[in-house]
Antibody, heavy 120, light 111 residues
Framework: EVQLVQSGAEVKKPGESLKISCKGS????????IGWVRQMPGKGLEWMGI????????RYSPSFQGQVTISADKSISTAYLQWSSLKASDTAMYYC?????????????WGQGTLVTVSS | QSALTQPRSVSGSPGQSVTISCTGT?????????VSWYQQHPGKAPKLMIY???KRPSGVPDRFSGSKSGNTASLTISGLQAEDEADYYC???????????FGTGTKVTVL
């Protein structure tokens, strides 16, 4: 059974750093792109970026380029999303997704989400 | 690239059909047969309902169907049931950055 299990909720202060994780199981982790999707409170879904764990090829949405870093450790089948200096506007639910399709064009499995709250 | 445009809300009685539109451009919806739809219940992660415009993953009821004409894709829910009450998002592959564009989301209410 394919599963994406994310790390738990985080409460941080502005300016702090953070790294959240997404562990894949039930499939070949290195053979599928993993993506991250943001959902701000009461708002819609936004694509942030994707990584191919097999070779760490990473693509970012222009809206998030330079704001976050996506990485993966294939030895433990885990992808990461990190911030070096959080802002209040980073408060959101973050989902990891498995990306599939002929051109990696849709998201078939979603993690349960990690709620990040940034408040002073 | 802007978010794809969806109606804010649609509603219907049990057993009726509802259709949600998703309007983009020739750079996303109109340019590729790669529109997907996701259902999100309150407090839950989204779930894939339709991919490649009209294909249903295993386990998704055949009450859900997708189509596309030009720059507009549509999701139709036939025989509406209480458990279909949720938010629905379309998403299109865009080929160039941003690679994926989501819709604004539609709340489906079962009256």
């Amino acid at each position: 059974e394919v599963q994406l299990v994310q790390s738990g909720a985080e409460v941080k202060k502005p300016g702090e750093s953070l790294k959240i994780s997404c562990k894949g199981s039930g499939y070949s982790f290195t053979s599928y792109w993993i993506g991250w999707v943001r959902q701000m409170p009461g708002k819609g879904l936004e694509w942030m970026g994707i990584i191919y764990p097999g070779d760490s090829d990473t693509r970012y949405s222009p809206s998030f380029q330079g704001q976050v870093t996506i990485s993966a450790d294939k030895s433990i089948s885990t992808a990461y999303l990190q911030w070096s200096s959080l802002k209040a506007s980073d408060t959101a639910m973050y989902y990891c997704v498995r990306v599939v399709g002929a051109t990696a064009n849709y998201f078939d499995y979603w993690g349960q989400g990690t709620l990040v709250t940034v408040s002073s | 690239q802007s978010a794809l445009t969806q109606p804010r809300s649609v509603s219907g009685s049990p057993g009726q059909s509802v259709t949600i539109s998703c309007t983009g451009t020739s750079s996303d919806v109109g340019g590729y047969n790669y529109v997907s739809w996701y259902q999100q219940h309150p407090g839950k992660a989204p779930k894939l309902m339709i991919y490649d415009v009209s294909k249903r993953p295993s386990g998704v009821p055949d009450r859900f169907s997708g189509s596309k004409s030009g720059n507009t894709a549509s999701l139709t829910i036939s025989g509406l049931q209480a458990e279909d009450e949720a938010d629905y998002y379309c998403c299109s592959y865009a080929g160039s950055y941003p690679l994926y564009v989501f819709g604004t989301g539609t709340k489906v209410t079962v009256l």
